[in-house]
Nanobody
Framework: QVQLVESGGGLVQAGDSLRLSCAAS????????MGWFRQVPGKEREFVAA????????YASDPVKGRFTISRDNAKSTVNLQMISLKSEDTAVYYC?????????????????WGQGTQVTVSS
């Protein structure tokens, strides 16, 4: 059984930085791309960033490009999301997800395992 456990969320001020981590277990971590999504109450979950299984390729959505960086440590089976210059509109529950293949995607159907989420609140 694949398990994903996020950590690192919290309450920060606008302009601050925060680092989210996700620890994975249950299958060969490096064989699968990983992604981060976020959701605000009343809205659909949206793609944030994704990284390929080997970690050679990654990309982020336009709202966070240049501010958020996804990375992974395959030796530790962890994926991270470094967030800088946080804005109030970044407030959301952030979810870590494990993909169906090694290729990173931006759509939810491309992921078959999800963490429980971690709350990030940015006050202005």
């Amino acid at each position: 059984q694949v398990q994903l456990v996020e950590s690192g969320g919290g309450l920060v001020q606008a302009g601050d930085s925060l680092r989210l981590s996700c620890a994975a277990s249950g299958r060969t971590f490096s064989n699968y791309a990983m992604g981060w999504f976020r959701q605000v109450p009343g809205k659909e979950r949206e793609f944030v960033a994704a990284i390929s299984g080997a970690g050679a390729y990654s990309y982020a959505s336009d709202p966070v490009k240049g501010r958020f960086t996804i990375s992974r440590d395959n030796a530790k089976s962890t994926v991270n999301l470094q967030m800088i210059s946080l804005k109030s509109e970044d407030t959301a529950v952030y979810y870590c997800a494990s993909a169906r293949s090694a290729s990173p995607g931006q759509f939810e159907y491309e992921y078959n395992y999800w963490g429980q989420g971690t709350q990030v609140t940015v006050s202005s």
